[in-house]
């Protein structure tokens, strides 16, 4: 019997093989030569990103979340743990009453006993038990690793946006304070009679299409910044303060490599090894459920001593007893069965879950360095798109300026400049942003040998 339940008990493959080689098709950076990720965050140019990073990690609900259930799985494991070892009960008691229809008169009862109680764990339950208890221990903790890394990469994400708001701000609002000039001067011309009225309709409408257009974009910026309030858990108005120094300034990662194989990027996905270790804690919920069919062995003694006391008279005894205890369900209309099919559902589920990560995470390494690569080709692109537009520009506003061109010829030329310079701004943000998705991809720095897995303390 011991075989059969060996041999029935689902096992953990040592690596799923629904993800291959063949299925990696984006361009690798740098080569593919692998470095190290750890604190992938320290390795922008902006000190700022680590302080923002280290206080949202520091008080974030979702790191204190997973720390939190840390602690439940790992009491769960001595709870199982201590299903192997004897258990040890004293008890005691002492009454004293009187009964109007005894002639007795008042009676004292009083027993003391030690109580013990093992069960031999024949069919490996207690073992599936705590092999189960375990793999949720583990699970939690890499769960912990993986809100540490999805927040630092939400902090950053954040970040970059509120970075390249604040750098789309001060276009916008360097554009309306020119615009406010243009009309004014405009307004002089019709006065005079240098200008027709429709042109001065036409530079106060591009003057107040400006200030909206910034209005906007720094209410944009507002509430990016109170995301990274939320995330970090720093007031705003400190907050403010103290990113003023770099304000509208895009951090620049430096620039990493990452390895060729698939597998082994997928080794740093701290929720990857999470999946893993929910697959192994179900095939150990299996163990146990088949392991309910089978009979139970226990022993059990007392030694306990008693007394009784009536009308002055007192009478002790001395108690004990040992012995085993064989315990073999029968008939129990089907609940045993039930339990074990639930079991190996929720192990195929875990099995499925696990596959599903494992291809998901593949996606995402690959959408990540499509997007890199993507934006890297074409910011060089856009940098000088948005600079002849600049330099054209300022060619129409000159002749504007000493009346050889119409301000029409200039609005537009200002439009397109204005466009140039956002779509440069754009490109930037998704450059620096398709690395911190690859650096998320990867994992963030976690790998299986940094882990702290159930012996490690986490600041509890």
Not at 51 to 78: D, E, F, H, K
Not at 159 to 171: G, H, I, K, P, W
Not at 176 to 187: P, V, Y
Request: proline fraction near 4%; charge should be neutral; aromatic fraction near 6%.
């Amino acid at each position: 019997m011991l075989a059969l339940v060996g041999c029935s008990t689902p096992r953990l493959p040592s690596q799923p093989s629904s993800v291959g080689a063949a299925q990696w098709s984006a361009t690798l950076p740098h080569g593919g030569d692998a470095q190290a990720l750890t604190d992938w965050w320290t390795r922008f140019d902006d000190p700022l990103l680590p302080a923002l990073i280290g206080w949202a990690q520091a008080s974030n609900p979702s790191v204190a979340l997973a720390t939190a259930r840390i602690r439940q799985a790992r009491a769960g494991l001595r709870s199982a743990e201590a299903g192997r070892l004897p258990s040890l009960d004293l008890n005691a008691q002492a009454n004293r009453g009187r009964s109007a229809a005894s002639s007795l008169g008042t009676v004292t009862q009083y027993s003391v006993s030690a109580d013990a109680q093992w069960e031999i764990d024949l069919f490996g339950a207690t073992r599936a038990e705590i092999a189960a208890a375990a793999a949720r221990a583990e699970q939690a903790t890499l769960g912990w690793h993986a809100a540490r890394v999805s927040l630092a990469a939400e902090v950053a994400q954040t970040y970059v946006a509120l970075r390249s708001c604040e750098a789309q701000r001060s276009v916008l609002e360097q554009d309306a304070s020119s615009q406010q000039q243009t009309a004014g001067l405009t307004r002089e011309k019709v006065r005079v009679g240098f200008e027709a009225p429709a042109n001065g309709a036409l530079a106060d409408a591009a003057a107040a299409d400006a200030s909206n257009r910034a209005i906007a974009q720094r209410a944009d910026c507002d509430v990016l910044l109170q995301t990274l309030s939320v995330l970090t858990g720093q007031a705003p108005s400190a907050l403010r303060d103290g990113l003023a120094s770099r304000s509208a300034k895009l951090p620049r990662p430096a620039q990493f490599s990452v390895t060729t194989l698939p597998t082994q990027l997928l080794a740093q996905r701290p929720d990857i090894a999470a999946a893993e270790r929910d697959v192994v804690a179900a095939a150990a919920d299996v163990g146990v459920a088949e392991a309910a069919r089978y009979p139970r062995l226990s022993f059990g003694g007392s030694l306990g001593v008693a007394g009784l006391r009536v009308g002055g008279a007192t009478s002790d005894a001395h108690t004990w007893g040992f012995g085993p205890s064989l315990t073999l369900p029968l008939f129990d209309g089907g609940a045993i069965a039930a339990r074990e099919e639930a079991a190996r559902g929720r192990y195929d589920e875990a099995r499925a879950v696990l596959d599903d990560r494992l291809r998901r995470a593949v996606g995402e390494v690959e959408e990540a360095l499509l997007r890199l690569d993507s934006a890297t080709r074409r910011e060089a692109d856009a940098e000088r798109a948005a600079q002849g537009f600049r330099d054209y520009f300022a060619a129409a506003e000159e002749r504007w300026r000493i009346g050889a061109g119409s301000l029409i010829d200039r609005e537009d030329a200002r439009r397109t400049a204005l466009a140039a310079q956002s779509a440069l701004l754009t490109v930037q943000r998704e450059r620096v942003l398709a690395w911190i998705a690859l650096y998320r991809a990867l994992g963030g720095g976690w790998s299986a040998s940094d882990s702290m897995l159930a012996a490690q303390p986490v600041n509890l």
